[in-house]
Structure formats: structure tokens, C-alpha cells
């Protein structure tokens, strides 16, 4: 009976320690981490209630700092962890778009990312015909992303490219100056 009592527990440990090795393996930067409404600063959500009143839907994201942020576009969704946010993105539909409005947690609007079916300004389309990557397939979805400043208003197209295995994202200018390529894989 002793033998039977020590077999489970041991198992019972064994299991145990097992799950949180695995669990412990598991990428927190690349996992969705959705943030009640309750947990979003008030600023925040203030400052997108008065933009955007009549959106109902809104899938709040909240994301850590970033070491690299120099430039407004080096924000990175994909960036994610379980530390307390510095960032809040709220996802929604406005209209016909599917935009996300990122804030810092002083409520700050940082910048307005629309994803986009269409085509590009002719001057992003020369500059994809006619450059670096002009035998790379061209992702069917875009995003515009629009720096919401007073000093320096901007709007960046983002396009992903894939050649093979390879993927990066390239960051245009709406007169088709190509201001980053970031390789993602």
C-alpha cells in the first residue's frame, strides 16, 4: 500500500513538473494578450471615446515597452509579454476599415494602423517594380500607418514581401521612399 502512495505521488510530481517545464517553454512574446476594458487607463479610454464614439466592438490589446522605439514605426504588435502595459491598442471597425488606434498609457495617440486591400500610390508601386524586391511576391493585404503628431504628421505604407522562406516588411513614404526594411524571417 506504502509502494501504491509513493507510485502516485511521485507520478502526481513528475506530471506536475513536467506541465511547468512545458508551460515555462512557452513564447509569451508572440501571444495575444487582450485586456478588459476595466484595466485600460482612463485617459486612454477617454481619448478614444471622444475620436471614435460611435465604435461599439473594441478589442483592447495591451503590450509592453519596447527597447528599440526610436521611431514611431518600430512598434512592434507582435511584441508581447505578461509585464504591465505601456501600450494600448484598441482594435476595431470604423465604417468600412479595420483600423487599430495605439496609445500610450498616458493616453497619448501614438498612431492609427488601417489595413488595407488596395492597391498602393503609384509611386510605391514604381519603387516595388523597379527595386531590391521586384521578384518578391507582394502580400495582398497592406497597412497605412498614419503618426498622429502635430509636428510631424506622417502616413507610412507597410508592405510585406516574401521570396522563398524569406519575409520582411517595408515601411514607404507616399512618395515611394522606401524608410525601413525589416527582416522578419
Not at 128 to 151: H, Q
Request: aromatic letters at 12%; hydrophobic letters at 35%; glycine letters at 4%.
Amino acid at each position: 500500500m506504502k509502494n501504491k502512495i509513493l507510485k502516485v505521488f511521485a507520478i502526481t510530481v513528475m506530471s506536475f513538473a513536467f506541465t511547468t517545464i512545458l508551460y515555462g517553454q512557452r513564447n509569451t512574446k508572440t501571444e495575444d494578450r487582450t485586456v478588459t476594458q476595466s484595466r485600460i487607463p482612463n485617459l486612454v479610454n477617454q481619448n478614444f471615446v471622444n475620436e471614435y464614439p460611435s465604435v461599439v466592438n473594441v478589442v483592447w490589446r495591451g503590450y509592453p515597452k519596447q527597447a528599440n522605439n526610436a521611431e514611431w514605426y518600430e512598434y512592434n504588435p507582435s511584441m508581447q509579454s505578461s509585464r504591465s502595459s505601456e501600450y494600448y491598442i484598441a482594435e476595431f471597425t470604423d465604417a468600412k476599415s479595420h483600423l487599430k488606434a495605439v496609445y500610450s498609457k498616458d493616453g497619448k495617440k501614438i498612431s492609427v494602423r488601417e489595413m488595407v486591400n488596395s492597391d498602393v500610390p503609384d509611386p510605391i508601386s514604381y519603387a516595388l517594380r523597379n527595386g531590391d524586391y521586384s521578384d518578391w511576391k507582394i502580400a495582398r493585404e497592406k497597412e497605412v500607418i498614419y503618426r498622429d503628431t502635430t509636428m510631424k504628421p506622417m502616413k507610412v505604407y507597410k508592405i510585406k514581401v516574401k521570396k522563398g522562406a524569406s519575409e520582411r516588411e517595408l515601411f514607404y513614404s507616399t512618395d515611394g521612399e522606401l524608410l525601413k526594411d525589416r527582416v522578419i524571417k
